[in-house]
């Protein structure tokens, strides 16, 4: 696979396993409790019934939450003992996370070489910040 | 540092970065209006662009290429959607084959470009890319995880929080 940043240029990178489903992921971080439970679930503490309890709404509304997140790879449960906790799975945040970095550091090189160019064009009474 | 800001909405899949220049509007304009200047920022170091058609017309299209260290010669090209100068622009594209057929397999994206005065003689320059579908996010996010889980969990509320991040 390969990644398409600067134009069209390939920073080709090989995968090994399928990505998460993109969509899913930024869609189940685009809700405010969803990204609550995703921060507690990185401690890996609390069942299903443990993480109802923060939110003011009903356990079966939260339940949905959790079943949306789980769908977007973003948590999973797991047994620990006889107990089931959830857990966030931390590399399919880090994946989301990695692109929106590789976006914002091409735009801030480009427009670093704005200012360049529009240091070297500057005509009379301009001043630029370089 | 000229970046004044940066957002990300995971929903919407965008990312807005605003920069403010100590330029008129005309000039900041000029920077994707002139070819010359456009092919001058648009790549990095590596890769510089060059623009080989270039008209700013709702329904026109731009089109470039990079030459890259060993010679290569990857093409792209901008369809434009709308433009209302020197104030906004619309642009959607991809990559293209050698003869500027646009690439159907590869990922398109859409850029908004707005230009606003904030003081005489310093503009500001909003620009929104809409991350291109999902194929394209796939391929992007397609990086191994090297990273420890120390640092990941450092990492974590940035994309937690809908963040602005003033700098």
């Known amino acids: 696979m390969l990644i398409q940043l600067y134009g069209c240029i390939s920073m080709g990178v090989s995968v090994p396993i399928a ?15 969803r990204r609550d439970i995703v921060r507690r679930a990185i401690s890996a503490e609390e069942g299903v019934l443990e993480l109802a309890g ?3 709404m009903s356990f079966a509304a939260v339940q949905k939450h959790i079943a949306v997140l789980e769908r977007a790879g973003l948590i999973t449960k797991q047994r620990v003992g006889r107990r089931k906790v959830v857990r966030t799975n ?3 945040l880090i994946l989301a996370r990695r692109l929106l970095d590789q976006y914002e550091e091409l735009w801030r090189a ?21 | 540092m000229t970046v004044t800001a940066v ?6 899949l965008t990312l807005t970065i605003e920069a403010e220049f100590a330029a008129s509007v005309e000039r900041v304009w000029q920077l994707w209006a002139d070819p010359r200047q456009l092919e001058r920022w648009w790549g990095p170091p590596t890769y510089p ?6 008209d700013l017309w709702p329904g ?16 792209g090209y901008w369809d434009v959607l709308a433009v209302e100068p020197p104030h906004r622009l619309l642009l959607r ?3 293209a084959s050698d003869d500027g057929t646009p690439d159907t397999d590869m990922p398109i994206s859409t850029l908004r470009v707005g230009i606003a005065e904030v003081a005489p003689g310093r503009t500001r320059m909003t620009i929104e890319t809409l991350f291109p579908n999902t194929a394209a996010l796939e391929h992007a996010l397609a990086m191994g995880t090297d990273q420890g889980q120390s640092q990941a969990v450092s990492q974590i509320d940035a994309i937690l929080a809908e963040e602005t991040i003033q700098r």
């Open chain 1, 19 to 33: 990505p998460p489903d993109v969509d899913r992921v930024f869609a189940a971080l685009a809700d405010h409790t």
């Open chain 1, 54 to 56: 923060h939110y003011p």
């Open chain 1, 90 to 92: 931390l590399e399919t």
């Open chain 1, 110 to 130: 480009r427009i670093d070489r704005m200012n360049q160019v529009l240091a070297e064009t500057a005509g009379a009474g301009d001043t630029v910040e370089t």
């Open chain 2, 7 to 12: 957002r990300t909405d995971p929903q919407r």
């Open chain 2, 49 to 54: 662009a060059t623009v080989t058609k270039h």
């Open chain 2, 60 to 75: 026109s299209r731009i089109e470039y290429h990079m030459t890259g260290p060993t010679g290569d010669q990857p093409h």
């Open chain 2, 93 to 95: 594209g991809g990559c």
